[in-house]
C-alpha cells in the first residue's frame, strides 16, 4: 500500500502592523493566528474546534468572498486518495501558532502535531521538520509539504523582489483594495530600509531580522540547509511563499538539488509567470488542470475568477490527484463532497441556533 505524507508548516506574520488589515485568511485584530490552527483541524477532523474570542460561531460556512476555505478542499482530496487505498499520514508543524485540537482519526494512519504558541523555529525544524520529512523520503513516501501562512506573501514578495529586481505586485489572499495599498505601503518601506543599509540580497541578513522575514521562510532555509544530498526533498505544494526561500537558499548556496514546486494554475498567472525565469532548468512546476467551472458550486466557481488562489497545499493535492489518475469529473464530485460536508455542520449550528433563540423568546 503506496503511503501519501501530507505536512503543513503553519505560521502567521503577527509582527506585521495591522495584519488584520492586510490579508483576508482570518477574521480579525488579534485572532489571524488562530487561521493556520483552525485550517489544520478542518483537514483532519473535518470542523475547526480552537475557538474564537469574542466572535459567535455563526455564519454559512463560506469566506467572505463567497469562496470555500482551501482547507475543504484539501481534505476532500486526500479523503479521496483514502478511499482508493492509501495510506494517509499527516503531520502538522506550527510555528508560534496554537497546536491544533485533534482526535484519533480513522483513516490517518498518522496524526501528529509539533509546536505551538512561543516555540523556536530552529528547535521545531531541527527536531521534528527535518527528521519526520527525512523520514518520509528514506521510506519512499510520496511527501508532500504544504503552508497555512498568513501575512507571509509580503516578506516572500520582499524577497522575490530583491532575488529579481522586478517589481512584483503584493498578492495574496486578498483582492480589496484597501487591503492591497497598505500591503504595498508595507512592503515598500520594508524594501527602502533594506536597501538603506544592503545593496542586494544576501539571506543571512534578512534572516537576523524579523523585520525582514516570518518563521516560514526561516523554517524553510533551515531545512534545506541540512537536508541530506542523497534523498530527495519532499514536493513543495504552495506558490510564492515557497518559491522565495528556496530562490534565497540557491542564491546563498544552501540549496544545490532541484525542487519540485506545485500549485494552482491561478498562482502562475500574473507576476507567478515571471518568477519562472530564475528557477533552474532542473527545477520542476506543476499546476493543476482542473477547471472548477466544472462544478455546479459558486464556492468553487470562485476560484477561476482569482478571488481565491491557493492554500493549505490545494495545489499539490490537485496536482497529485491529476498524476495519479483521476478525471476532472471524479475530482469534482470529491470536492463538492467535501463542500457539502462542510456546508452540513453550518446547516445544523444554525438550525440549532433559531431553535435556542425561540425558545429564549417563548420563555421570555
Keep these: 500500500m503506496k503511503t501519501i505524507c501530507f505536512n503543513i508548516i503553519n505560521g502567521a506574520a503577527t509582527h506585521l502592523p495591522g495584519l488584520h488589515q492586510l490579508s483576508d485568511a482570518g477574521v480579525g485584530q488579534n485572532l489571524m493566528h488562530l487561521t493556520p490552527t ?11 474546534v480552537t475557538p474564537l474570542p469574542g466572535i459567535q460561531s455563526s455564519g454559512d460556512g463560506l469566506l467572505s468572498n463567497r469562496g470555500v476555505s482551501p482547507a475543504v478542499l484539501t481534505r ?3 479523503r479521496m486518495f483514502y478511499k482508493a487505498g492509501y495510506r494517509i499520514e499527516f503531520n502538522s508543524f506550527n510555528f508560534n501558532v ?25 528547535t521545531l525544524v531541527n527536531e521534528h521538520l527535518l527528521p519526520t520529512l527525512t523520514s518520509q523520503a528514506e521510506r519512499n513516501c510520496i511527501s508532500i509539504l504544504a503552508e497555512c501562512g498568513v501575512g507571509g506573501t509580503t516578506f516572500s514578495t520582499l524577497w522575490l523582489r530583491l532575488l529579481t529586481g522586478l517589481r512584483l505586485s503584493p498578492a495574496g489572499s486578498t483582492q480589496d483594495k484597501q487591503k492591497l495599498a497598505s500591503k504595498s505601503a508595507i512592503l515598500t518601506q520594508l524594501e527602502q530600509v533594506y536597501l538603506h543599509d544592503n545593496r542586494e540580497f544576501e539571506l543571512d541578513k534578512l534572516l537576523a531580522d524579523v523585520q525582514f522575514h516570518d518563521e516560514i521562510q526561516q523554517a524553510i ?9 542523497h534523498l530527495s526533498l519532499p514536493q513543495f505544494a504552495g506558490g510564492m511563499m515557497f518559491v522565495a526561500p528556496l530562490l534565497g537558499a540557491r542564491r546563498a548556496q544552501e540549496l544545490t538539488q532541484s525542487v519540485t514546486i506545485s500549485t494552482t494554475r491561478w498562482v502562475l498567472k500574473g507576476d507567478g509567470l515571471h518568477i519562472l525565469n530564475h528557477l533552474d532548468n532542473d527545477d520542476v512546476i506543476n499546476a493543476n488542470t482542473t477547471n472548477f467551472n466544472a462544478s455546479v458550486m459558486d464556492c468553487l466557481n470562485v476560484y477561476e475568477q482569482g478571488q481565491v488562489v491557493e492554500g493549505c497545499g490545494l495545489g499539490g493535492c490537485l496536482v497529485l490527484a491529476e498524476e495519479l489518475g483521476w478525471s476532472e469529473q471524479k475530482i469534482i464530485e470529491s470536492l463538492e463532497q467535501a463542500v457539502h460536508c462542510h456546508l ?15 425558545l429564549e423568546e417563548n420563555v421570555a
Design 38 to 48: 483552525r485550517d489544520t483541524e478542518l483537514i483532519t477532523s473535518g470542523q475547526s
Design 221 to 229: 532555509c533551515g531545512l534545506v540547509r541540512k537536508w541530506p544530498t
Design 98 to 122: 496554537p497546536l491544533p485540537q485533534v482526535e484519533t482519526q480513522e483513516w490517518l494512519s498518522v496524526n501528529q502535531h509539533f509546536g505551538g504558541i512561543n516555540s523556536d523555529t530552529d
Design 76 to 78: 476532500g482530496l486526500l
Design 344 to 358: 452540513s455542520h453550518f446547516s445544523e449550528q444554525n438550525h440549532t441556533l433559531g431553535a435556542n433563540l425561540t
